[in-house]
């Protein structure tokens, strides 16, 4: 019988990896990389439960539990912030309490993720401990997994510590690292890892996924696009579903309104709109929703540029077809430009470079040079 790995899309990926499991081949150490929010995490997750426990069928009961993030040879790291104590003066225990807590609410919602008011990290007490457990011997299954979740977060010293597990890595051991921007990661770290891009989710699985959640079929659609391939962003949108209306899409509206003032407004208006944008307070990490702001701004820009070359109704954007007429006025390569401003300043921003001054100085470059407006 041959393995067969159940996480949503990706068949490319998906037949590799059961094509090397098949064969014996797994490699020790994944990087799980491409489109945010693409299934990475489920795919690791159901890697790993073929690889601990050597069922073909995801079903098997042992196999379950390595899904629902409850088996002893499965570890869990991804970026918190530390509470009441310093990382440095927690105990072991208290350390793998604290990723035993998130695994235990991913046992309830796989999709789950935590919000932060500040940027988390994964501190190298984490990273230096959940090495060592993976260098031991199994508990029940066949191998021990670490699945390393948002792995460009760590820091150097904590790269330093899991470069020298994969320079040797134990036997009996697989590790999955997810990263969506692994340029963050350390070439030595890259080189010993098989890299496995991921492509988007396409709506209808993800729409899919939201009406197994409860959604009716038309308000999963709509999510499901306006998501653009992202699984989690998708389940966000969904979980701020209320009777009231939804207060994620209301922030886009609001972001979608100071593109607008930034692209037609006058210079004051602009800057307006800035210093309005970076002190509101919207809860979760404030560094982490300016650089979702640019991402939004890169996806309306290519949204833009899409329309006007193909002449073809709006894909992802599909209740903006008003306001995409709007910004029709401008020529490819100055949206392309745009789109290429705004993916530095977002990594800028991610690096922690003043947000204020980083979206102005984006904002003012869009009215000089190439990318300068040459029609109404």
Known sequence: MAHRLDFP?????????????????????????GAPGAGQEQAAVALAAAAITGHEDPDHPEARRVHRYAHPDLH???PLTRGR?????????????????????????????????????????????????????????RRKAVIIRDADLMRADAQDTLLKSLEEPPPASLLVLVSFRPEALRPTILSRCQRLPFDPLDPATVSALLR??????????????????????????????????????ERR??????ID??????????????????SRKEGGNPTQARADFLSLAISWYSEVLRCGLAGEP??????????LRRHAGLAPESLAERIQRCEKARGQILANANAELTLLSLFFSFRTGSAARTAP
């Open 253 to 258: 509206e609001a972001w979608l309104e100071t």
């Open 314 to 323: 709006p894909r992802v954007h599909v209740d903006q077809e008003r306001r």
């Open 85 to 141: 104590k310093p990382w440095g003066e927690m105990t072991d225990s208290e350390l793998l309490g604290l990723f035993r807590e998130q695994q235990g609410r991913k046992s309830e919602d796989p999709w789950y993720l935590p919000r932060h008011d500040k940027a988390p990290h994964l501190p190298i007490e984490a990273v230096r401990l959940v090495m060592g457990i993976l260098a031991t011997r199994p508990f029940e299954g």
């Open 9 to 33: 899309g990706n068949e490319r990926v998906r037949r590799q990896l059961e094509r090397a499991l098949d064969a014996g081949r797994l490699a020790g150490a994944y990087l799980f990389e």
């Open 76 to 78: 869990y790291l991804l």
């Open 212 to 249: 197994a959640r409860g959604l009716d079929a038309a308000r999963a659609d709509l999510l499901a696009t306006l998501s653009e391939g992202s699984a989690e962003q998708a389940v966000m949108l969904a979980a701020a579903e209320t009777e009231e209306g939804n207060a994620l899409l």
């Open 261 to 278: 003032t930034c692209e037609f407004g006058s210079e004051l208006e602009m800057m307006d709109a800035v210093q309005a944008l970076t």
